[in-house]
């Protein structure tokens, strides 16, 4: 057969038809595809849902009794609208069960985070959560159809008040396109709708329940076309030991063990075990081969191993029965409206209702009163009595079109008088009759006028009031879904953190309730969702539990923390009372590792023990405090001074040094001493910017309290940061990292583009605030930072060009200028961009130490290609 041929295979049957298996291919793949696409592979924009989802949930709804019920159960009812067997529902009941968003789930639903599988239908339940019935479910407003076999109505969609597609996320391939809808906060979610009735500008980002972080550069909305990068967080234990402790989005522990090992058969990276200890939190420990870079480690993690994936979202939905590629923004704006619709028709039925109740009311009311039922006792027929009560009625009501003059006192209905409320009135009971209180009646009715003319203010403010329902939405369900995942920038640029500490902590001291639902108390930090809290209270005990809304961790609480594992320099200084012999015991001491929710004695246990007084030190420091003892102790010396510099540190079971043998009426700090524990030397890497303690880069000194890291950049800003030794610095655009103490000079040669000199600054550090640019050149687009250092006694050589030949010059900095604010120009060192700077002298630093140089500089001479 030539190409050119065509293939036509016909059929024929006995009745001597003939049909073209070319048409039939091309008609019945068509209706397959377009049956796969609307009713298997693709959710509605409506609801959110794809159908076996929809159905599972109305399913449900009709089962709901407020308990659980087998999930064997749920599959057979579902079986009744949705034609394609139970393993079907069973998987996708599963998934919906595993967001724990709108199904709450009872019994082993499986781990997405370790790829196990759920238990058999038959062992575990499911029910309805509050959130699905508050936001998912009104029959008035509900549209439906008749189920695959005509014997059921189900909905065509169900009346969602909430974007629940963006919330869950889905994917689905259906025949000839597919759909990736990444999983989104559900709070960012619902402030992100009130922006949009508010027309305001937002932004939505995915959040993970697998935590991580992701970078959103490329997003691109969700359309096609667009990607985010996903991280897992790994951390260091120690030089040897990094652990693994959130996963990517759709990455299971097992995946990911198997990437790792992969690579390091491939010699990619360096290891010499993997553990995985995962149980309630993820945990995967990595041992690393002996005098291998953790920080080099981690890098190689990322690059080879889905510790790092990139995932392309693909926002495919079905609207008006087609199914269209949208991003994530139209989607949320569409389905902000939907939910607007579906509260103005929530509005308008609640306002039929209530014009029926008030209507109903009045007649009946009217009827009563004016003792209409005695007019119908004469009537001999049952046409007589409606006729009588019509034509007596009539004589106190008028309907809604009629005209009433001013002395008219006929009351105006708000829809005609029909005979069904003729009937209904025949139907009062005599025992309601006489019980009729007019004052009761008379109360129904304005109440019911105060929430028709409510109802009636909603619906001309139908705006206003979305955004209420949005505001209680998050009020009660979105402040319990805090981000999980980090957003941030895997390129090093400088980007701004969304969400460093996605949730604060909050504490009612005096009741012992701890959380981050607990807003209208004390605020204590921001923290992570994952963190553990340490609880210190009057009776001599601490607790450390994890962060969650709200959590008992016992009345009276002194002090609360974010408590870290291992953590051997946050000391407490503490003195108690000791109930039993009376005596005031001072003590300090670390808390390195606990077992959570289990009450620790700080004391010696004796009944009547109690704290007086309690700090906490994130380096070790010492105090000096007052104690004034009680006036009418023996006593001789009843003020004096107690310094717990003079303590050792011990564990947290020690009983402690006694302080006084006498009653304690008051103890008073008077300063903070220095650390204990000695200052912590860290260096830092030049290549990744990490800020470590294992000697790795170059030396930066030893940081005691007080002292910060300070790095200098080319585009004129500098950034103070606390001295972390987990701390990974921005090395784009990076002059000079150093130690900062009170005594520190910058000394800084920069070129002010506006007026096109090149000038000299020397100053101290004005400014506090950590973790934030602060410009010290003017801001202008040809500005720029060309030399900075902390050290002083610096002699610096440059060139000039002049007339394409390099004229060089010499200066002493310290003598060119004094010290001024971080905020002046500086002195004109000349009329041009200076180039080639290069130190041809050591300096000397403020303070001496005998480690290396704390200098950082990028090469001994600086070329700036301009």
Known sequence: MGSKDKLDVTSGDSNGSVHSLKGMYENY??????????????????????????????????????????????????????PHGDAAIGDALVKLGQHDLLIDPQGNWGDTRTGDSAAAARYIEARLTKFALDVAFNKDTTEWQLSYDGRKQEPINLPMKFPLLLAQGVEGIAVGLSTKILPHNIGELIKASIKILEDKKFTIYPDFDTGGSIDVSEYNNGKRGGKILIRSKIEKRDKNTLVITELPYGVTTSSLIESIVKANDKGKIKIKKIVDNTAQDVEILIDLVAGTSPDLTIDALYAFTNCSVSVSPNACVIVDNRPEFLSVNEILRMSTEHTKDLLRQELEIK??????????????????????????????????????????????????????????????????????????????????????????????????????????????????????????????????????????????????????????????????????????????????????????????????????????????????????????????????????????????????????????????????????????????ESELVRITLSPNCRAK??????????????????????????????????????????????????????????????????????????????????????????????????????????????????????????????????????????????????????????????????????KNKKEYWTIELDDFIDIKGWKAIGNRLATKMIRGIKEINEGEDHEQDDDDDSELKIGDTIELDL
């Open 29 to 82: 793949f068509l209706d397959y595809a377009s049956y796969v696409i609307l009713e298997r592979a693709v959710p509605s924009i409506e609801d959110g849902l794809k159908p076996v989802q929809r159905r599972i949930l109305h399913a449900m709804k009709e089962m709901d009794d407020g308990r659980f019920h087998k999930v064997a159960n749920i599959i057979g009812q579902t079986m009744q609208y949705h």
């Open 637 to 802: 010396i009843k003020v004096f001074e107690f310094d717990f510099d003079h303590l050792d540190i011990k564990g947290r079971n020690s009983q402690g040094n006694i302080v006084s043998r006498y009653p304690v009426r008051k103890i008073e700090q008077l300063e903070v001493g220095q650390s204990t524990l000695g200052a912590v030397k860290l260096w830092v890497d030049e290549v990744s910017g990490r800020i470590n303690t294992d000697q790795r880069g170059i030396y930066l000194g030893a940081f005691d309290t007080g002292d910060l890291i300070i790095a200098l950049y080319s585009d004129g800003n500098y950034i103070l940061h606390n001295p972390d030794p987990i701390l990974k610095i921005e090395t784009k655009l990076l002059l000079h990292v150093a130690k900062l103490d009170e005594d520190s000079v910058i000394t800084a040669i920069h070129y002010d583009g506006e007026k096109d000199w090149t000038m000299v600054k020397r100053f101290k550090i004005e400014t506090s605030t950590l973790n934030e640019k602060m410009f010290f050149i003017k801001e202008h687009n040809r500005s720029k930072l060309l030399y900075a250092t902390t050290k002083t006694g610096i002699e610096v050589e440059y060139y000039l060009l002049e």
């Open 351 to 620: 306002k039929a209702d209530l014009e029926q109740k008030w209507h109903n009311a009045s007649l009946e009311k009217i009827f009563i009163e004016n003792r209409v039922y005695h007019d119908i006792e004469e009537c001999e027929t049952w046409e007589a009595m409606l006729e009588t009560i019509d034509r007596e009625m009539r004589r106190y009501i008028a309907d809604p079109d009629e005209k009433l003059k001013a002395v008219d006192t006929r009351i105006q209905l708000m829809r005609p008088f029909t005979e069904e409320d003729i009937l209904r009135l025949t139907e009062i009971k005599i025992k309601r009759i006489s019980k009729f209180n007019t004052f009761k009646a008379d109360e129904h009715i304005l109440q019911l006028e105060s929430d028709i003319a409510q109802t009636l203010h909603d619906l001309q403010h139908l705006t206003e009031f979305a955004i209420t329902y949005f505001e209680d939405l998050y009020e009660r369900y979105g402040s319990k879904y805090p981000r999980r995942t980090e957003i941030t920038s895997f390129e090093q640029i400088d980007v701004v953190q969304v969400a460093a500490n996605n949730v604060k902590l909050y504490a009612n001291l005096k009741e012992g309730f701890i959380g981050w639902g607990l807003k209208k108390d004390q605020e204590i930090r921001e923290c992570s969702d994952l963190d553990d809290i340490i609880a210190f209270k009057k009776d001599g005990t601490f607790k450390v539990s994890k962060i969650g809304d709200k959590v008992f961790m016992g009345e009276n609480i002194l002090h609360v923390d974010v408590w870290k594992k291992g953590d051997d320099r946050t000391t407490y200084n503490l003195i108690y009372l000791d109930g039993e012999s009376g005596r005031a015991m001072g003590k300090r001491f670390n808390v390195k590792a606990i077992t959570r929710d289990k009450d620790y004695d700080l004391t010696k246990g004796s009944k009547g023990s109690k704290v007086l007084y309690l700090t906490a030190n994130p380096n070790g």
